[in-house]
């Protein structure tokens, strides 16, 4: 990194904490006073800041319904599932549009 | 009813056999469960066993769980040690040396500025695996808090109880997690600007 390298390592310790709006108000002051002079650290931060934000949009993967199944199973709940939805094998194509069914089933 | 009354009537109910009470753990918990399973270990199969083995244990222990974290803590937890104990063999604690030794800051070496790419650069399938690609190459204690902090924004001290560690480790992970998966997507980037 530049040539205040001791400084741009203290600051880098601090990064999550400023992007997170977590930094007390004089760590802030500190770390702006060096990000104004310190082109690579700005850098770091844009990019650790967009890295962030990237993998706050990832889809988050669903559960299959045939594990969800398969749990209930498991554990002797077949009765709480909509009768459509107790299956032999795995078929997931058939069970994505009855989701909303089958979570409120077990409640009622 | 708040949350910890609502949890405090549910767990009473699953003690007392309730399997309707089981149905609505399974429900409310085991979307959560799968994906952090699915996030340590990768593989579709693997990470549904880990989701019934976490079941199995909680159901059968659930009468002396005393509720000193959350239910959903509890949870990843038993999820988290059945996926280092299945697939690392050994325990999965982390010692005060490893845990000294993670103290480290990663240093940046990418130092060109990506952010500049136009915004659908960003949109891309082939983006989304590299970004996915990046969690499964993340070393595996920075990999289960990012998980449990960044992708199921669970709470630093949830995270803490859930891997065994203190909060300030995981405010340490959580950072050099970060800072490693920067440089890994820097590597990516930098060679479409």
Redesign the interface.
């Known amino acids: 990194m530049m040539s205040d390298e001791l400084r741009c390592k203290d600051i880098l310790q601090d990064l999550s904490l400023y992007i997170d709006h977590e930094a007390s108000v004089m760590l802030c002051e500190e770390i702006e006073r060096h990000l104004a002079h310190c082109t690579d650290c700005r850098v770091v931060v844009d990019t650790l800041r967009r890295t962030v934000s990237l993998y706050q949009t990832l889809p988050k993967p669903e559960m299959p319904e045939h594990l969800r199944e398969r749990l209930y199973r498991t554990f002797q709940l077949e009765s709480l599932l909509p009768d459509h939805l107790v299956v032999s094998e795995p078929d997931a194509e058939n069970h994505d549009d009855n989701r909303s069914q089958l979570h409120e089933s077990p409640k009622s | 009813m708040n949350d910890l009354l609502q949890e405090q009537t549910l767990l009473q109910r699953i003690r007392a056999g309730d399997?309707?009470a089981?149905?609505?753990c399974?429900?409310l918990h085991?979307?959560g469960l799968?994906?952090l399973a699915?996030r340590l270990v990768h593989d579709?199969k693997d990470a549904?066993d880990l989701?019934?083995e976490t079941?199995?244990q909680a159901?059968q222990a659930i009468q002396h769980f005393e509720g000193r974290s959350e239910l959903r803590t509890w949870l990843y937890r038993i999820t988290y040690n059945a996926a280092m104990m299945r697939f690392r063999g050994q325990q999965a604690t982390v010692s005060v040396d490893e845990a000294l030794e993670e103290s480290g800051?990663v240093?940046?070496q990418?130092?060109?500025?990506?952010?500049c790419l136009p915004e659908p650069e960003?949109q891309t399938d082939e983006?989304?695996v590299q970004?996915?690609q990046a969690i499964r190459e993340l070393p595996e204690t920075l990999r289960a808090v990012?998980v449990l902090r960044?992708?199921e924004g669970v709470s630093t001290q949830e995270a803490a109880e859930t891997l065994n560690v203190s909060v300030e480790v995981v405010?340490q992970r959580?950072?050099r997690a970060?800072?490693w998966?920067?440089e890994r997507?820097?590597d990516y980037f930098v060679e479409r600007i």
């Open positions: 399997k309707a089981c149905a609505e399974i429900d085991g979307p799968y994906r699915l579709d549904e989701v019934q079941f199995l159901f800051t240093i940046p990418q130092l060109t500025d990506w952010c960003f983006v989304r970004i996915e990012f960044q992708l405010k959580l950072h970060r800072l998966l920067r997507l820097s």
